[in-house]
């Protein structure tokens, strides 16, 4: 829905998204995402949103290399539900602070890799995966990475999969708090 680029003081707020139908036990990720930031937005701020059948809440991408260009993103309330992600951050997310996410339903909650400075706290239900995934990838590292978690009368918990996993692949990129 929304897309922004080297943008300061975004402010995104009183959102009620119904997307369509999305099967977050597949591997094709397709459908509306509610805001994606790409490099250079700084300062943004989210007050309270609920979306529910899109691809994500939040989306902060860039290619692997170089330094993360978004900074200083706040999240008050995001509720997703039945999203393949509440929040998606591919190597740009520092300085994200997320008040309060609740998922229920998605593929993940939390999905950041490439990382500093984050807090966060989720709150899940029936999550499918992996529901807070933190990786250090392709060389980049994270740190300072804070997340409470809580994991409520969920009916199922993606089978065999961790709540919470904190991963670094074979690029030595390293993971510390």
């Given at each position: 829905?929304?897309?922004?680029?080297?943008?300061?003081?975004?402010?995104?707020?009183?959102?009620?998204?119904?997307?369509?139908?999305?099967?977050?036990?597949?591997?094709?990720?397709?459908g509306i995402?509610?805001?994606?930031?790409?490099?250079?937005?700084?300062?943004?701020?989210?007050?309270?949103?609920?979306?529910?059948?899109?691809?994500?809440?939040?989306?902060?991408?860039?290619?692997?290399?170089?330094?993360?260009?978004?900074?200083?993103?706040?999240?008050?309330?995001?509720?997703?539900?039945?999203?393949?992600?509440?929040?998606?951050?591919?190597?740009?997310?520092?300085?994200?602070?997320?008040?309060?996410?609740?998922t229920d339903?998605?593929?993940?909650?939390?999905?950041?890799?490439?990382?500093?400075?984050?807090?966060?706290?989720?709150?899940?239900?029936?999550?499918?995966?992996?529901?807070?995934?933190?990786?250090?990838?392709?060389?980049?590292?994270?740190?300072?990475?804070?997340?409470?978690?809580?994991?409520?009368?969920?009916?199922?918990?993606?089978?065999?999969?961790?709540?919470?996993?904190?991963?670094?692949?074979?690029?030595?990129?390293?993971?510390?708090n």
């Amino acid at each position: 829905m929304f897309t922004f680029q080297n943008c300061d003081g975004v402010t995104v707020d009183g959102f009620d998204v119904d997307g369509p139908a999305q099967d977050t036990t597949s591997t094709a990720v397709k459908g509306i995402e509610f805001v994606r930031l790409m490099s250079g937005c700084r300062n943004v701020w989210m007050p309270q949103n609920r979306i529910k059948g899109c691809i994500a809440g939040l989306i902060m991408s860039r290619g692997s290399a170089g330094p993360s260009t978004i900074h200083n993103v706040h999240v008050g309330q995001l509720s997703a539900t039945n999203c393949w992600y509440g929040i998606n951050g591919q190597y740009e997310c520092d300085g994200l602070l997320v008040d309060q996410l609740f998922t229920d339903g998605c593929h993940r909650s939390l999905f950041i890799y490439g990382a500093n400075n984050v807090r966060a706290n989720v709150t899940s239900r029936n999550p499918k995966a992996d529901d807070v995934a933190i990786s250090a990838a392709d060389g980049c590292p994270i740190s300072d990475v804070h997340v409470f978690y809580r994991n409520v009368d969920s009916a199922e918990s993606g089978t065999g999969q961790s709540k919470v996993l904190i991963s670094s692949d074979h690029t030595g990129a390293s993971v510390t708090n």
